[in-house]
């Protein structure tokens, strides 16, 4: 399935939770915030990107976007619906 | 079915029912916190006192996800007593709540100083928050100008960040510098340059301060000096109670110890969070890393742990923060007197600081650029 994670760099304030959670989803920028990596590739990374999951990274992607202090990641399903925060 | 009770409500009290209820819908979680409100952004309370984002969005968790997850929440209530012999908690309301196992992680309290006067201000909860709302409000509509902030570390640079947004005439009271037993006098140095050039008033001063006023704050009087002050902004420390704990036969040091899978000499006792003093094996050291990152993880780890899956904590700790403009991280185990060696690369208002021990990096503090801590965070996990 495809998600598609957006992170709020204004909310990003570099805690950095979402690496911890999920290190091959998420690092940090030179600016201190949160981006997307795009799995097994070298593109430069991204505040907004989606991604094809399996049910279990897709778990995994929720855990790091609920550990965030700021609620700076959104995530949203192929439709294009929010599923994370909750509206 | 197994009853799992938690002493505290914050992140890792939280994170710790939220997983085990993800890990057994069918367990009882009990949550047994001080706090009323529901779970908060303690990170953000500054950004709350400043207007930048409104009440409602400092809530983690709305008041019905607890019963929309069949979490018993009990707020606003202090335990008591942990009977080990017998397995149960007794709270401040009278009750008594078996538990099965039991997870402590009931944070840190601030260090307060000894005097009663309004305009004296912490900033740990969201009730602080409110209070300093209160306070910035009406001594903006007085004409005060004059506040200031007391000590060098994460909640100072907080309070300097909010009173500098609002336009006041800040001191700053330092007993030794920042985070002195982290950073070396150069590092610290370019805080304190930073500080400076944004107009803030720095003094140092190794005694007590004695705070002056009828019923609100109006001076502080230090080292035969006498600063005018109708805010006083406290970031001195924060420190474990430790009563409850020792009375029951759980071994304490700075925090509750703990080891690698962060459980307690007792059986059927874990502890998480701000108050776990824990074998961090990421730096091969005993210590307590009171970070909201930190919580989130020990609290995901022990959940498991206490549903029967033993599993090794092990994650490189980090905290970041910014103080007028300058970007502060610190990575790891920074703590200088357990360092063999600290490497020290300072330049035009940035520094980079790596801690070694037996050769191998295992910590880091950056300041002005934070450029390499990812990095750098790599590069502790891998040794």
């Known amino acids: 399935m495809k998600i598609t994670i957006k992170v709020d760099p204004d909310l990003c304030i570099g805690v950095a939770s979402c690496v911890a959670v999920s290190p091959k989803v998420f690092e940090l920028n030179a600016e201190n915030k949160a981006v997307v990596l795009e799995k097994e590739s070298t593109n430069p990374s991204s505040y907004d990107r989606t991604l094809e999951v399996t049910e279990e990274e897709k778990e995994n992607i929720l855990l790091a976007a609920q550990s965030c202090p700021t609620l700076a990641i959104s995530l949203f399903d192929e439709e294009g619906k929010q599923f994370f925060p909750e509206l | ?383």
């Open chain 2, 1 to 383: 079915m197994k009853r799992f009770v938690i002493i505290g409500g914050g992140i890792a009290g939280t994170t710790a029912a939220e997983t085990l209820r993800k890990l057994s819908p069918e367990a009882s979680v009990s949550l047994i916190e001080r706090e009323e409100h529901p779970l908060y952004s303690r990170v953000l309370l500054a950004k709350y006192v400043m207007g930048e984002i409104s009440r409602e969005k400092l809530f983690l968790k709305k008041p019905e996800w607890y019963q929309k997850n069949n979490i018993e929440r009990f707020a606003g209530v202090e335990v008591e007593k942990i009977d080990r012999k017998n397995h149960f908690i007794a709270t401040s309301e009278g009750r008594e709540i078996p538990y099965d196992v039991l997870l402590i992680t009931s944070g840190l309290d601030v260090n307060l100083l000894p005097f009663d006067l309004r305009g004296i201000c912490y900033l740990r909860t969201l009730d602080d928050a409110e209070y300093l709302r209160g306070l910035i409000a009406d001594r903006v509509a007085q004409g005060e100008k004059s506040v200031a902030v007391m000590g060098g570390s994460f909640i100072s640079g907080e309070f300097l960040n909010i009173f500098s947004h609002f336009g006041f005439e800040i001191s700053l009271i330092l007993r030794s510098g920042f985070w002195s037993r982290s950073l070396s006098p150069e590092s610290q140095k370019i805080i304190v340059d930073h500080l400076e050039s944004k107009g803030i008033h720095i003094y140092y001063s190794k005694d007590d301060i004695e705070c002056e006023g009828k019923e609100e704050l109006q001076s502080l009087n230090f080292e035969n000096q006498k600063i005018p002050a109708s805010i006083l902004g406290v970031g001195i420390g924060l420190h474990a109670d430790f009563s409850l704990f020792e009375d029951s036969g759980i071994d304490v040091g700075k925090g509750i110890l703990a080891n690698e899978y962060l459980e307690t000499n007792a059986p059927d006792i874990f502890a998480a969070g701000d108050i776990a003093e824990f074998n961090d094996l990421t730096i091969k050291r005993s210590r307590m890393a009171p970070s909201w990152t930190s919580a989130v993880m020990q609290a995901r780890t022990v959940a498991q742990t206490m549903m029967g899956e033993r599993t090794l904590f092990e994650s490189v700790s980090s905290y970041a923060t910014w103080i007028l403009g300058l970007d502060i991280v610190f990575l790891g185990d920074t703590l200088r007197e357990a360092a063999d060696d600290v490497k020290v690369n300072v330049s035009s208002g940035k520094s980079e600081e790596l801690f070694y021990r037996k050769g191998k990096l295992v910590g880091a503090a950056l300041i002005g650029d934070v450029s390499r801590r990812q990095e750098l965070t790599n590069e502790i996990k891998d040794n």
